[in-house]
């Protein structure tokens, strides 16, 4: 059969709610043709439709602490990096995190670096923080802060922490050696699966572009069925200055977009990013249309924040906002969905695993 067709009839299998398996993974990640890469898209969004209608979620990003510990090679605040680096205090993120809910976010993601100040007080201010947070604000939150002990997740689950973010970036143990440079494979995936365990949703994912075949990101959307992700992400791969990895260029988005595509035909009840982090608002639309149906790294335009992997782009002339974000959104007939369309959702033990097969 002409590949063509078997793209197609694989597209046709999981929009039925068959499961597919890495052979069809691979097979779809390979689509070049522009109709069945539209037919991707449109297969995706339909499941999403059907579950989610015309809503979509947004998440407010409160990077806090840029400093860390770790050297992963891609990433523009590892340790060796010489760059200007903030630590917010306990008052500014709790002002900027009101600010945050009063624009309209339905989660809060507080992230920092593995920055040795929390570790050295066993997170005493950032649970602190949590409480307030959740107290007189009363969202949703999401940590994420980098591999944690049992005991210090233990102590945000029984806060009521609803998140843990913790993404692997490839589930090939080699590769992940030389982009998590000196960092353990095993740790950072059971400090993910005990947060499970204690009760908290957990988010997975992947960086593309970052030297994995296709064979490696089929394992990776395996892998997050797998361990019952709530939320899968992928973002491509964008080259930071004086890192190890500053001559490796972007990426082609199509792969983005057909893993995001992919993403929503094998776990239609997941939730997945668009993240504004990789292209700015200027790539919101085209992951919306791929199947995602959550605005990742809206953040407050001129506090002195920063994104992980887009550290200024259309931060400080307010073009990631919600503001900006519901422009476009209603452009697309899309709508944002109210907070408590948020909380009845992620309080409904929802999880990427497939359930209607
Ligand atoms: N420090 C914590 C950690 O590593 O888990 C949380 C923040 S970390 C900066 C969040 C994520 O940003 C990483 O897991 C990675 O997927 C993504 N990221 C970092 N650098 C990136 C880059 N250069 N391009 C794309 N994504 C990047
Ligand atoms: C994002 N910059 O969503 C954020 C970050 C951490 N939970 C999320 C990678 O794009
Ligand atoms: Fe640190 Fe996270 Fe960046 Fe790795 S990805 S260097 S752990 S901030």
Same mark, same amino acid.
């Given at each position: 059969m002409a590949r063509n067709h078997i793209q197609e009839e694989y597209i046709n299998k999981a929009a039925k709610g068959r499961m597919l398996n890495k052979h069809e993974i691979v097979e779809l990640l390979l689509i070049e043709d522009e109709d069945r890469l539209q037919a991707l898209f449109e297969a995706a969004r339909k499941i999403k439709q059907k579950i989610f209608s015309n809503k979509v979620f947004l998440y407010g990003f409160l990077y806090f602490s840029t400093w860390c510990r770790n050297d992963c090679n891609f990433c523009y605040f590892r340790k060796s990096n010489v760059i200007d680096r903030y630590r917010k205090t306990p008052a500014e993120v709790l002002d900027i995190a009101k600010r945050l809910a009063d624009s309209g976010v339905h989660l809060i993601d507080l992230t920092m670096g593995e920055d040795m100040k929390y570790h050295a007080e066993n997170f005493e201010s950032l649970l602190d923080i949590v409480e307030r947070i959740k107290k007189s604000i009363g969202l949703p939150v999401m940590i994420s802060t980098g591999v944690l002990k049992n005991e210090i997740i233990d102590a945000f689950a029984k806060l009521g922490t609803e998140w843990y973010a913790l993404y692997q970036e490839t589930h090939n143990r080699e590769l992940f050696k030389k982009l998590r440079v000196f960092q353990d494979y095993d740790e950072r995936m059971n400090a993910k699966l005990y947060a499970q365990r204690k009760g908290m949703l957990i988010e997975e994912g992947i960086l593309t572009g970052v030297g994995e075949t296709?064979?490696?990101?089929?394992?990776?959307?395996?892998?997050?069925?797998?361990? !019952?992700? !709530? #939320?899968?992400?992928?973002?491509?791969?964008?080259? #930071?200055?004086?890192?190890?990895?500053? !001559?490796?260029?972007?990426?082609?988005? !199509?792969?983005?977009?057909?893993?995001?595509?992919?993403l929503r035909l094998m776990y239609p009840y997941a939730l997945i990013p668009a993240s504004l982090d990789v292209d700015g608002i200027s790539g919101l639309k085209n992951r919306i249309r791929a199947g995602a149906n959550v605005v990742t790294s809206i953040i407050p335009p001129k506090e002195g924040l920063m994104g992980v992997a887009q550290n200024s782009k259309d931060v400080d002339d307010g073009g990631r906002t919600v503001e900006g974000v519901r422009t476009i959104l209603s452009e697309m007939g899309m709508e944002l969905a109210t907070v408590q369309e948020y909380r009845s959702y992620i309080e409904n033990n929802f999880h990427a695993r497939r359930i209607c097969s």
């Open positions: 296709l064979e490696d990101i089929a394992e990776s959307l395996l892998a997050m069925g797998k361990i !019952n992700a !709530n #939320q899968v992400r992928v973002m491509s791969f964008i080259p #930071q200055k004086g890192t190890p990895m500053e !001559n490796i260029k972007t990426p082609d988005r !199509n792969m983005e977009l057909k893993i995001i595509a992919i």
